[in-house]
């Protein structure tokens, strides 16, 4: 197991956004995690790149208990995230985005306050390398907030990218994208996941249906079921919940 | 940087008087210290007097009360305001935004009224005198101080090293995490950046730079105001940034010479010179929001690409 999630809790006030979650990610394996809006899946996700921290649980990453370490630890054990809305540094170029990535898991190059950021051209190819990896090479020294949104969201990929993560955590990276823009990111998901472990939150069940070894399914904050896709199609419970939901409407 | 040093270089053969480029360079020093954490950062502080003040009293003090010579006050004046921003850093970047500002303002008045308090070592509301440095001597060098061209490149000597030291931790990679930590906090922290050591260093560093700005002032001065540290000269620090340019290297020097410049002009007129102060300054920050040597320097860029 990669990572393992503990009877995780988290709640705001007297609301609970989470409860009592556990669960097991094997490595090497692209887990998905569904369920309707509201059910929990990003507050799930905070937790687990360490942006907030849990009312109760604990968190396990290789075998370390992470539970409670401010974000950039997270970050530094190899644990990555994408975001669901766009979160770049919009005034810089998208090389420069990735290269500050690459730095801020260097610990050579993250506190040199002496040489020239040329010296540390290591980190400028391993930007251009996640770059090439998800199609934006040739738009590298274009400012983020120039780039198309489908670009923008290929970006965020190459960002979390950057230190060669072990585990990488993809909220709803197709958000906002076009058929097209779709299909290709799902290929690129599915060439990322061969090399390493995933965990990817999707709002259109369909979509992961084809892909994800595992699949978890929140609801109200609860885990409600996980399995093999096939066995997800066929829980009772889940068919009452979400995909009943998802015929008549979208999904 | 190349640009900074000519400039400062020729300053004293094209400004109408020698005190008004003593001026410019020093206050330009001062604003680029504050520039550091606001231009670079994106931390607005409402405090930077204290730092100044702190520069220039622990200079003034080591001068006048313990007969230190006049290069190592200059390190105390550094040292104690390094000391000070330690401090004042490590309380105010555990807030954000205007809440920051309110706390680094605060800080800065208790240290106001402290210095306001301590008649003993600072002179009160007289200031602090006797301090008088004529004559400059390191090893076997000594320098005539009272000269006016000496003294100006003694400092200028001075603000250079101090420039060239920023200049390389602009361009090294911790400037470009101090950049990322002013575009998306919240990315910067996922990106494994530790957001608070960077900041704190930030802060500290900006402290040091004001707190040099500040000893050569009081040895330039041969005196300490009270006002030093009073807020309207943290006021001093933001208006000259903004000015000029917030996040670029010359901004700084061209707010402080376009500041003084006017101030010098409109004094002579007016006692409400200030007015036209504030006046030009709304202008500028609404017509030029990124500063003059923002604005030119855009321009510039625009024109090549």
Partial sequence: MILSVDCLVKEYGGFVALADVTAEFPRGQMTAIIGPNGAGKSTFFSLLSGAIAPSAGRIIFEGANITGLPQFRFARQGIARSYQITNLFPRLTAHENVRLACQALSASARGDLWHDRSYHYGLAETADACLEQVGLLPRRLIEVSRLAHGEQRALEIAVALAGSPRLLLLDEPTAGMSPEETKQMMDLIARLATERTVLLVEHKMKLVMGLADRILVLHHGRLLASGTPDEIRADTQVRRVYLGEGRSGRG | MPIVAAVLALLP?????????????????????????????????????????????????????????????????????????????????????????????????????????????????????????????????????????????????????????????????????????????????????????????????????????????????????????????????????????????????????????????????????????????????????????????????????
């Fill in chain 2, 13 to 305: 053969w094209v400004a109408p008087s020698q005190a008004l480029s003593v001026n410019i360079l020093l206050y330009g020093l001062f604003a680029t210290g504050f520039n550091l954490l606001f231009g670079y950062t994106g931390l607005l502080s409402f405090g930077h007097a204290a730092f100044f003040g702190a520069g220039a009293y622990g200079a003034g003090i080591a001068l006048a009360h313990y007969g230190v010579g006049w290069f190592g006050a200059i390190f105390i004046g550094v040292g104690v305001a390094g000391m000070l921003a330690l401090l004042i850093g490590a309380v105010s970047i555990r807030s954000r935004g205007i809440y920051f500002s309110m706390v680094t303002l605060a800080l800065a008045q208790l240290v106001y009224y402290a210095a306001f308090q301590a008649t003993d070592w600072t002179g009160g509301e007289n200031g602090l005198r006797g301090l008088t440095v004529s004559v400059l001597s390191l090893g076997p060098i000594s320098l005539n101080f009272l000269d006016p061209t000496t003294k100006y490149y003694v400092l200028f000597a001075f603000v250079m090293f101090a420039l060239w030291l920023l200049s390389r931790m602009l361009n090294a990679p911790f400037g470009a995490a101090m950049e990322a930590v002013r575009e998306n906090e919240s990315r910067a922290r996922a990106c494994g950046f530790d957001v608070r050591l960077i900041k704190l260093i930030a802060f500290v560093v900006s402290g040091l730079v004001c707190g040099l700005a500040g000893s050569l002032n009081a040895l330039h001065l041969s005196i300490v105001p009270i006002d030093t540290l009073y807020y309207q000269t943290s006021g001093l620090a933001v208006m000259m940034a903004l000015l000029g340019g917030a996040g670029t290297f010359l901004g700084p020097f061209i707010g402080a010479a376009i500041f003084l410049l006017i101030e010098d002009i409109f004094s002579l007129w007016t006692p409400h010179w200030q007015l036209f102060v504030g006046i030009i300054f709304m202008l500028a920050v609404l017509f030029m929001p990124r500063g003059v040597w923002g604005t030119l320097a855009g321009w510039y860029r625009e024109r090549r690409a």
